[in-house]
């Protein structure tokens, strides 16, 4: 001990310091194979309530994060980004609670996002969270979709709502997948 710089144990939590975090909420972190990191963040300065920032990972360290910008970030909160191992896509919550994605484009800009309510059945629900496996073969999500008549549709007495709340597809939020071929067929022609 005398003295010496104590060595930190392995799998620590280490802060990012204050390049990377602001005194906001920062969330939904997800780096690309390059080490870019992606989150969205409710700081100062954005285009609307949360939005998504990249913090370009250089020299073993990550540069001031930009936000993405007005094709990407609206008035209106941006969240739980997910970027592409190789940065090609972005899938992130948009604020209407369904999944959107943008691509890349070959000048390095953003496509406009295009909502994936639709293609991932999102309706009268909130889809979230999207993720890829490690193979890249399916799209992982979170939905509060309900499997079922919804508790108002039907007329149930509080000990049968109790029962119904326990139950898989309660419309709380289960974990449902898709082939990541999805992403593929939304992609625009010129990238294809």
Not at 80 to 99: H, K, Q, R, T, V
Request: proline share 5%; glycine share 10%; hydrophobic share 30%.
């Amino acid at each position: 001990m005398g003295g010496k710089k104590k060595k930190k144990r392995v799998g620590e939590p280490e802060h990012l310091g204050w390049v990377v975090n602001s005194s906001k909420w920062e969330r939904g972190p997800s780096v690309s194979d390059n080490g870019n990191l992606y989150f969205a963040s409710w700081r100062e300065g954005g285009f609307g309530a949360s939005d998504i920032y990249r913090s370009r990972f250089v020299n073993g360290r990550f540069l001031k994060p930009e936000n993405l910008g007005s094709t990407i970030n609206t008035k209106g909160y941006e969240n739980w980004p997910f970027i592409a191992p190789d940065e090609s896509y972005l899938l992130f919550e948009s604020d209407e609670g369904s999944i959107c994605i943008s691509f890349r484009r070959k000048d390095r800009t953003w496509s406009a996002p295009l909502s994936m309510a639709k293609e991932l059945g999102t309706f009268r629900s909130q889809d979230r969270f999207p993720k890829l496996s490690f193979d890249g073969r399916y799209l992982f999500f979170v939905s509060s979709r309900r499997i079922g008549k919804r508790f108002f549709e039907q007329r149930l007495s509080l000990p049968e709502i109790k029962k119904q709340a326990n139950t898989i597809g309660n419309g709380f939020g289960d974990i449902y997948w898709v082939d990541a071929k999805i992403i593929e067929d939304l992609k625009p022609k010129e990238l294809k």
